[in-house]
């Protein structure tokens, strides 16, 4: 007779060597799943984040590259011409996104290709598609929202027009709160010619809307660089309409016109100037006596510098960099090169969110606020091989230059945020042994011969404007400045100012400020008579001095 205790025993014994059996062959499924997915995830993140060189996941994606160069190895006329711009020719067969330095739009021919009218029947203009303009009113009326002192001071000026007869040809980027700025211009009694300082920035819908209003637009969003060039000469060389007041933004129309029609330039009345590149070649042309009308030197006023430079560029750095690349900054190893007011603001924002941040800087007053703030202040080269990021902001030129890109780890992220495109040293990237590939708008790789990837931005050109908005409300503050400016030189009695570069009279910055304080439902404390005596200042301002350091 058979024990039953026994078998029980025996079929619990036989029961767990099963159980272990299938462990094991899940542990080693497992495994194997594991190693094929982890294949498979380097081989997605090569092309996105910069997998290590050496794995065959990734020379199969370099491969890659050149497969799909087969779908865009004759591209489009408009495709030819906005690649023209910043490839050279020996590195143009490598380059692996034809069409993709213009919008996402179906019609790939170029603006100036077409001919387009508007609902009064004029083609004064060029712009991507005209039949946008009532998305972008509905663009231009979301920025009013938040631009009331702008809309304020229009509606103050209407009645006087103090800018008829004014005849105001800009190179600015083109955007809803730009068009908010051109609208008021426009009220208060001026005509207006327009194009882009930036191929990236010009937002089409709203130069569409422009357009429509009877504003003579000559941007879109892509241009190459003869099309840059093609659209400031149609906005100053037109028949029967001379311009007299100029607003800039880089001074690009400014050196145009000087050297194209200088007969043209010495008849204007003004010139405002809004940032640093440009301020320096007002600069410089009015150290060489060259400079032949009086300009107003907007960047440095107190209104642009403290706040524009400063408050929007720390919100707009991380808007910048979250939209085209999607990182994560904590712990992120990050260079700023430049602690002037844009980088402070960029500082500020990447400290926040945990990020270790250092700082280059020339200029030892600057170095030392970057000290006390609690940056670690170093020379690039010193940090070069470790970093993931490097954000550029001095206005200087060859920041960062190719020597350093060599340099640079697998997936770091380089960008600019100053005006113009010369502190990366992006040329010297347009090399054969090179391969470009556009990863998505404003985004591109550049793959070394071993399969180092770095991630340049808008290809070295303003971040923010270029890839993502900026604040509307501190736009506002700037577009203010910029019109009491224009109103100011148009209308100044014969000898005020000469030839040369101003800046903005403190009233008038404490103006702008207090037009906006408002939205904020901010209270001024206000100065007896005792009080304004006893500091020798006039109860209505201004309240500081002009060398006085906010």
Same mark, same amino acid.
């Given at each position: 007779m058979s024990d039953p205790t026994g078998e029980a025993k025996l079929e619990v014994k036989q029961a767990s060597k099963e159980v272990k059996e299938s462990e094991n062959v899940a542990e080693k499924y497992s495994a194997l799943t594991v190693s094929k997915n982890s294949e498979m995830n380097m081989g997605e993140l090569s092309s996105a984040f910069s997998a290590v060189p050496t794995h065959k996941p990734v020379k199969k994606q370099i491969q890659f590259v050149e497969d799909k160069q087969e779908f865009s190895r004759f591209p489009t006329k408009a495709g030819r011409r906005s690649l023209s711009r910043s490839i050279s020719q020996s590195s143009t067969d490598s380059y692996s996104s034809a069409a993709s330095y213009t919008d996402s739009s179906d019609d790939e021919t170029s603006p100036r290709d077409k001919t387009q009218v508007n609902s009064k029947g004029s083609s004064d203009f060029c712009v991507k598609n005209i039949k946008q303009a009532e998305f972008g009113r509905r663009e231009i009326e979301i920025a009013e929202q938040d631009m009331s002192a702008l809309i304020s001071l229009r509606k103050r000026a209407q009645s006087e027009k103090p800018l008829a007869g004014a005849k105001i040809v800009g190179c600015t980027h083109i955007t809803a709160q730009t068009a908010v700025l051109i609208e008021t211009l426009v009220a208060l009694g001026a005509q207006c010619r327009w194009t882009a300082c930036n191929i990236y920035s010009t937002q089409n819908e709203v130069a569409a809307a422009l357009s429509e209003?009877?504003?003579?637009?000559?941007?879109?969003?892509?241009?190459?660089?003869?099309?840059?060039?093609?659209?400031?000469?149609?906005?100053?060389?037109?028949?029967?309409?001379?311009?007299?007041?100029?607003?800039?933004?880089?001074?690009?129309?400014?050196h145009w016109m000087y050297k194209k029609y200088p007969n043209v330039f010495k008849k204007i009345r003004g010139i405002v100037e809004e940032s640093v590149t440009g301020v320096h070649r007002l600069y410089q042309l009015s150290k060489a006596g060259k400079l032949c009308v009086p300009a107003m030197n907007v960047n440095d006023s107190v209104t642009k510098q403290k706040f524009d430079n400063l408050y929007c560029c720390r919100e707009s750095i991380l808007d910048g960099l979250k939209r085209t690349t999607d990182v994560m900054f904590g712990g992120k190893q990050v260079v700023v090169c430049g602690y002037g007011e844009v980088g402070k603001g960029c500082c500020a924002a990447l400290k926040a969110l945990g990020a270790i941040v250092y700082v280059t800087e020339i200029d030892p007053i600057c170095a030392l606020q970057a000290c006390m703030d609690g940056f670690r202040v170093v020379k690039l080269n010193e940090v070069i091989r470790q970093v993931d990021v490097i954000i550029t902001c001095t206005g200087n030129k060859n920041v960062v230059?190719?020597?350093? $890109?060599?340099?640079?780890?697998?997936?770091?992220?380089?960008?600019?945020?100053?005006?113009? @495109?010369?502190?990366?040293?992006?040329?010297?990237?347009?090399?054969?042994?090179?391969?470009w590939e556009r990863v998505r708008s404003q985004v591109d790789h550049v793959i070394w011969p071993d399969g180092k990837r770095v991630i340049l931005l808008a290809e070295g050109r303003l971040l923010n404007l270029s890839c993502s908005t900026v604040p509307t409300f501190v736009l506002s503050i700037t577009a203010t400045t910029q019109a009491l400016a224009l109103i100011e030189l148009y209308n100044a009695p014969e000898g005020r100012y000469k030839q040369d570069v101003y800046l903005l009279p403190k009233k008038m910055d404490e103006y702008v400020a207090s037009l906006h304080l408002a939205t904020f439902d901010a209270h $001024?404390?206000?100065?007896?008579?005792?009080?304004?005596?006893?500091?020798?200042?006039?109860? @209505?301002?201004p309240f500081k001095p002009n060398y006085y350091r906010y």
């Open positions: 209003t009877g504003v003579a637009v000559f941007a879109w969003k892509g241009e190459s660089e003869d099309d840059f060039w093609w659209c400031i000469d149609r906005c100053v060389n037109t028949e029967g309409w001379q311009p007299n007041m100029i607003l800039d933004d880089g001074g690009d129309l400014t230059t190719r020597d350093q $890109l060599d340099r640079m780890k697998n997936g770091s992220i380089v960008c600019n945020m100053g005006h113009s @495109n010369t502190e990366i040293d992006v040329a010297s990237l347009r090399t054969p042994e090179l391969t $001024l404390t206000e100065l007896s008579d005792e009080q304004a005596k006893y500091l020798g200042l006039n109860k @209505n301002g």
